[in-house]
DNA sequence: CGACTTTGACCCGCGC
DNA sequence: GCGCGGGTCAAAGTCG
C-alpha cells in the first residue's frame, strides 16, 4: 500500500492519536515501539496538514495494530477504521532509507505547499516579508522537528531491532530443549508430559532421536502418524514421559510406580470417569492411559495403560503370546513379554509389569502397530488409547494447562475418563464401549439397577448393571451372574477369573477402585506367589539372593548352568509351578470365546463342539428387561449380532413378564415396529443370517446389551426351547409360583385367568428415562472432553477455556460481538450439555418422519458436573441465547442466523483448539 | 501333539 | 572397552 494511502487513512485527531497510543501500548508492547508509531502519525499528520484537505474528514483510526512478522524483518501495520476498512501496510522496520527517502520527499512535498502558500501571498507587498520570514522560521522548525523525529525514528528502529533480536534469541532460547531434551523445559512445553531426569516408564528413548522427532509432534506426517500406536493409536507424536524420581527410586521403578507417586505429577493424563466421582487423587492411577513413548530405535510410539487389575495381564481384546520375562531393575514385579498373535507377523509388542507401590495396579505398555484388524474388543482399547493420546496430544499443543492440572493434585481435579473419551468411537464402532457405558452411568448413579417394569429381579439386586451386557464378564454359572447375551467370555475380563473382578475394563476399575473386596483379596493368594511377592519363598524367576544383588547394584554371581531338571527339588519346583501355571491358566483370561489353539479346529470337531458352546451361552442367557431367563425367548438382532452380542428377551404375553413389547414401548416412542413373523425359525444364528422375512422395519430401538441399533428380533427355537426348559417366578403381582414356561403357562391360567398386561410403573419408567438421558449427557460430555482436553463441566455447560481466561470473564464477554468480544469468545465454548444429550437421544428415538415431539422432554435429570445434582431443564430459549452452542450437535431451537455465527465461532476454537 | 509358558542365554545400546 | 540393563531368542517344560 503505498504512503498516500496510509496518509489517507490516518485521522489527524489528537483523540485518535491518544487513542492509538493506548492501542500501541496493548499491541506492541513496547514504549520504544509506541513512540515510534506516535511518530510516524505525527509525521503523516505534518505532512497531511500541509495537503490541505488530502485528509479525509472523518476520523478513521480506531485501531492499529502492529504486528511483528515472522521473520522479524517485515513489520505489517493494520489500520482498522470505522468503517471496518482495513488497510495495511508492509514496509521494512529496518529499511531506513526508505523512510529516510520518504522523509525527504516529504519535505519536498511540505516545501512545495509551503512555496504556494507563499505564492498565493505575494500580492499583498506590505506582508510579504513578515510573512517570508514567519515561514521561513517555521520552516526552520519543522525542519527542526523533523530531524529530530528522523533522529527519534532511528533510535526506535534500533531499539526495535534490538528487541527483536531478544525477542528472537527468546524463542530460540525457548525452542532449544526441544532440539536440546537436557533441557527439562521442552516437556513442559509438550504440555501434557512432564519432565525429570528420572527416567520413564519405558526404556529411555535416545535424547537424539527424541529431539529429532519431537518438532513433529501433533503432525501427521510422521511415520508413526500414518499407523497407529499400540492398538491402532493413531499418533504423530513422539511423547516421552518421565517421572520424577521419587526418593531415588530407579525409574523402572518410577514406571510401575504407583499412584501416589503418579498423582499430581503433570505429566500423567490419569483419566478417570466423571461419572465415577472424581476419586482420591490416591485412586487415579487406578485406571488410565498415562504415558505415550517412542522407543528411538524403531520409532514405535508406546502408550502405557495403568488399570487395576488383578489377573497377570489386563485382557484389552488382543491375543498376546508371552516371549520373555524379565525382571527390570528398580521393580521386583518381573516384567513380562507379550507380542500380538493375533495375525502372523504383527509387530505390536507389550510388556507387563506391575506397580512397584501398588501392586494391584498393572502397568501395560503397547509398542507398535498391528497389521490386522483389531478385534471387537481391542477397538475399544484401541480407541480408549487413542483417544486419550489424543487426548493428551491436544492438551500439549495448547499452552499450560489442561491435562497437566487435570491431573495434577488440584483439590478437584476434572479427571476424564479414558473410557469415556472414547465416546467418540464407541458411537460407531465400539460397541464394547458402549456396552461399558452404562455401568459406568450406573456406577454413578449409585450402582442403581432399574429394572423398568418393576419385576422382582433377583438378578437385579445382585448383578451391577454391566452384567447386562454382553462384554461384560461374567463368566460364573451361579444364578445372579450370567451375561445376557451369549458372549460367554467377555473380552475384557481381567485374568483373574473370578467373576467379581472379571469385570469389563472400566467396571473392573471402576469397582477395584472403589472397593477392593475381600474376595479380591482372596484373589491375590490366589496369584502365583512369584508374579506378587518376588520375595516369596516361593521359586521364581529370580532368586532372592539374586535379585537382591541386582537391586543392590551388586553384580549377581555368574548363573549356574541349567541344571538337568530331575530330583527332589526339582520335583517341588515342578510340582508348584505346575500348580502356578495350572491356577495361571485357569485364570488366564481369554478375549475369544475359542481358544486360540483351537482355531485350527476342523470343521467337523467344530459342528460337534458348537451346540455345547452354544448350550453355554444360553445358560447366561438372561432378559435384559426381566432379568430372568427368557421364556419364550426371541433373538434380538441388533448391529453387533455378528460380533456377539445375543440379546435374549421374553417373548411372552401380557399375561407373563411381556418384555419384548415393554421394551417396543419403551422405546421406540412411537416408532412403527412391527414383529417377526413369530415362528420364523432360525436354527443357528451365527450361521444362518437374517433372511428377509426375519427383519423388522425400520427400528430405532436401541439394543439392551451393546446400545447398537436393534434391526430386528427373530426366534432361535434350541434356544427358546432350553430356556423355555428354565425355571422362573410368575410375574403376575404377589405369586410365588415358580415353574418352566409350560408350568407357568397352566399355572396363570388357572391362577392368574383374568391376569392384564401390567402397567408400567410411571417412576419407574421416568428413572429409566433420566438414566438413559445421563447416558446420553456423558456420551455427549465424552465426545466434548475428547475434542477439548480442557472443558470445563458447570451443570449444563461445557466451558472450553484457554489460559487465562477468568469465567467472570466469559460470561460478561460470551455474547459481545466486538472486537473484544470475539477474541474473548473465541477462547471458549459453551455446549448446553442437556442439548447435546437430547440431541443423542433425539437421534436414537426420532423416526425418520417424526420429529416432532421434543417440545415434552421436560426431563428432570440429574446432571451438574459431577452428576450428583439435580437439575431440572426447562426449555429456556433466552437461556440457550446466552451460550455458544455446539455446531452440529446443537438443538435445533436455535434461530438459524445464530446457530450460523455460532457455528462459525465454534469452527474457530476448533482450529484453536486443534491448534 | 500342538500351543503355550518358562527361563537361561544372548544381543545390543548406552553410559562411564 | 567394559559393564549394565533392557529386550529377545529359543530350548525345555507343561497342559489339554
Not at 479525509?56 to 493494520?78: A, L, M, R, S
Not at 421436560?858 to 446466552?882: I, K
Request: proline residues 6%; aromatic residues 4%; contains cysteine.
Amino acid at each position: 500500500m503505498s504512503s498516500k494511502k496510509k496518509r489517507a487513512a490516518i485521522d489527524l485527531s489528537r483523540e485518535a492519536e491518544e487513542r492509538d497510543d493506548d492501542d500501541h501500548s496493548a499491541g506492541a508492547g513496547d514504549d520504544d515501539g509506541d513512540r515510534r508509531d506516535k511518530d510516524g502519525e505525527v509525521d503523516k499528520k505534518e505532512e497531511q496538514l500541509k495537503k490541505q484537505g488530502k485528509a479525509p474528514k472523518e476520523k478513521k483510526v480506531v485501531e492499529v495494530v502492529v504486528d511483528q512478522g515472522g521473520d522479524g524483518t517485515k513489520e505489517e501495520i493494520k489500520y482498522r477504521t470505522q468503517q471496518g476498512e482495513e488497510m495495511e501496510e508492509d514496509k521494512q522496520s529496518n529499511a531506513h532509507g526508505d523512510d529516510e527517502s520518504d522523509g525527504g520527499e516529504t519535505r519536498a512535498e511540505d516545501k512545495h505547499v509551503v512555496e504556494d502558500a507563499a505564492g498565493n501571498k505575494d500580492g499583498d507587498d506590505s506582508d510579504t516579508a513578515m510573512v517570508q520570514d514567519e515561514v521561513s522560521s517555521m520552516q526552520e522548525e519543522m525542519e527542526k522537528m523533523k530531524e529530530e523525529n528522523r533522529m527519534l525514528r532511528q533510535a526506535v528502529d534500533r531499539t526495535m531491532r534490538d528487541y527483536y533480536e531478544l525477542q528472537m534469541k527468546l524463542a530460540a532460547y525457548q525452542q532449544q530443549p526441544a532440539d536440546e531434551p537436557k533441557e527439562p523445559e521442552v516437556f513442559l512445553s509438550l504440555g501434557a508430559t512432564a519432565v525429570t531426569t528420572g527416567g520413564s516408564s519405558f526404556p529411555e528413548p535416545k535424547r537424539k532421536e527424541q529431539a529429532a522427532r519431537r518438532p513433529s509432534v501433533g503432525s501427521d506426517d510422521t511415520d508413526d502418524g500414518r499407523g497407529s500406536l499400540g492398538l491402532s493409536l493413531s499418533l504423530g507424536a513422539s511423547y516421552e514421559e518421565e517421572k520424577p524420581e521419587a526418593g531415588g527410586r530407579d525409574y523402572d521403578g518410577a514406571a510401575a510406580a504407583g499412584v501416589d507417586d503418579v498423582v499430581g505429577e503433570k505429566g500423567y493424563a490419569l483419566l478417570e470417569s466423571s461419572k465415577l466421582g472424581a476419586p482420591p487423587a490416591g485412586d487415579l492411577a487406578a485406571a488410565g492411559v498415562t504415558s505415550q513413548s517412542v522407543n528411538p530405535g524403531n520409532r514405535k510410539t508406546r502408550v502405557s495403560v495403568r488399570v487395576r487389575c488383578q489377573g497377570p495381564t489386563m485382557n484389552d481384546g488382543c491375543q498376546w503370546r508371552k516371549y520373555g520375562q524379565k525382571v527390570a531393575k528398580g521393580n521386583p514385579c518381573p516384567r513380562a513379554y507379550y507380542r500380538c498373535t493375533v495375525a502372523p507377523g504383527c509387530p505390536v509388542r507389550k510388556q507387563v509389569q506391575r506397580c512397584l507401590e501398588d501392586r494391584s495396579i498393572l502397568v501395560t505398555t503397547y509398542e507398535g502397530t498391528h497389521n490386522h484388524p483389531l478385534p471387537v474388543g481391542a477397538t475399544a482399547m484401541a480407541s480408549t488409547t487413542s483417544a486419550a493420546a489424543t487426548f493428551m496430544l491436544l492438551s500439549s499443543t495448547s499452552s499450560s494447562s489442561s491435562v497437566s492440572e487435570a491431573g495434577g493434585g488440584s483439590a478437584a481435579p476434572p479427571y476424564l475418563s479414558p473410557y469415556l473419551l472414547n465416546s467418540t468411537s464407541h458411537h460407531s464402532a465400539s460397541p464394547l464401549l458402549s456396552a461399558a457405558q452404562p455401568s459406568v452411568s450406573s456406577a454413578g448413579s449409585g450402582g442403581q439397577h432399574l429394572n423398568l417394569f418393576g419385576h422382582p429381579s433377583m438378578l437385579a439386586q445382585q448383578q451391577g448393571a454391566h452384567l447386562k451386557y454382553p462384554w461384560s464378564s461374567d463368566t460364573s454359572s451361579h444364578g445372579g451372574g450370567g451375561g445376557l447375551a451369549g458372549s460367554k467370555r467377555p473380552f475384557w475380563s481381567t485374568a483373574g477369573g473370578d467373576e467379581k473382578t472379571a469385570a469389563s475394563l472400566p467396571d473392573n476399575v471402576g469397582a477395584v477402585m472403589s472397593d477392593p473386596s475381600e474376595e479380591i483379596g482372596a484373589l491375590f493368594n490366589l496369584r502365583p506367589p512369584a508374579l506378587l511377592r518376588p520375595s516369596s519363598p516361593t521359586p521364581s524367576v529370580v532368586t532372592p539372593g539374586r535379585l537382591l544383588a541386582r537391586t543392590a547394584g551388586i553384580r549377581p554371581p555368574p548363573r549356574p548352568p541349567r541344571r538337568p531338571r530331575f530330583g527332589l527339588e526339582y520335583q517341588k519346583m515342578a510340582r508348584s509351578a505346575r500348580a502356578r501355571r495350572h491356577v495361571a491358566r485357569q485364570l488366564r483370561p481369554n478375549p475369544y470365546p475359542i481358544p486360540s489353539h483351537r482355531w485350527k479346529v476342523k470343521e467337523s470337531n467344530r459342528k460337534k463342539t458348537l451346540p455345547a458352546l452354544q448350550k453355554m451361552d444360553w445358560e447366561d442367557a438372561k432378559c435384559s428387561v426381566c432379568m430372568e431367563f427368557p421364556h419364550n425367548a426371541v433373538l434380538i438382532l441388533c448391529s453387533s449380532h455378528d460380533k456377539g452380542c445375543r440379546p435374549y428377551m421374553c417373548g411372552t404375553s401380557y399375561r407373563h413378564s411381556n418384555c419384548l413389547d415393554q421394551f417396543k414401548k419403551a422405546y421406540t416412542k412411537g416408532a412403527l415396529l412391527e414383529e417377526v413373523p413369530a415362528n420364523s425359525v432360525g436354527t443357528n444364528v451365527d450361521s444362518a443370517p437374517l433372511t428377509a422375512g426375519e427383519k423388522t422395519e425400520s427400528i430405532d430401538l436401541a439394543c439392551p446389551l451393546c446400545r447398537g441399533k436393534v434391526k430386528g428380533w427373530t426366534v432361535v427355537e434350541p434356544a427358546r426351547s432350553y430356556l423355555n426348559g428354565k425355571k422362573r417366578t410368575c410375574m403376575q403381582d404377589g405369586c410365588s409360583f415358580v415353574g418352566t414356561y409350560k408350568e407357568l403357562r397352566k399355572h396363570v391360567r388357572s391362577e392368574h385367568p383374568l391376569a392384564k398386561p401390567r402397567e408400567v410403573d410411571p417412576a419407574l419408567e421416568q428413572k429409566w428415562r433420566l438414566l438413559e438421558i445421563e447416558r446420553e449427557r456423558q456420551d455427549a460430555l465424552s465426545t466434548i472432553t475428547a475434542t477439548m482436553g480442557r472443558a470445563v463441566v458447570l451443570g449444563d455447560y461445557v466451558l472450553d477455556l484457554e489460559d487465562g481466561v477468568d469465567l467472570e470473564d466469559v460470561e460478561s464477554d460470551a455474547d459481545v460481538d466486538d472486537g473484544r468480544g470475539t477474541e474473548n469468545t473465541r477462547r471458549m465454548l459453551l455446549f448446553i450439555m442437556r442439548q447435546v444429550a437430547q440431541h443423542h437421544q433425539n437421534q436414537r428415538h426420532q423416526s425418520a418422519t417424526s420429529a416432532s415431539d421434543n417440545a415434552d422432554d421436560d426431563y428432570l435429570v440429574s446432571g451438574g458436573a459431577n452428576g450428583t445434582t439435580p437439575y431440572s431443564y426447562p426449555l429456556d430459549v433466552e437461556d440457550e441465547d446466552h451460550m455458544v452452542v455446539a455446531g452440529g450437535r446443537s438443538t435445533d431451537v436455535i434461530r438459524p442466523e445464530r446457530r450460523r455465527r455460532r457455528r462459525r465461532r465454534n469452527r474457530g476454537r476448533l482450529f484453536l483448539g486443534a491448534n
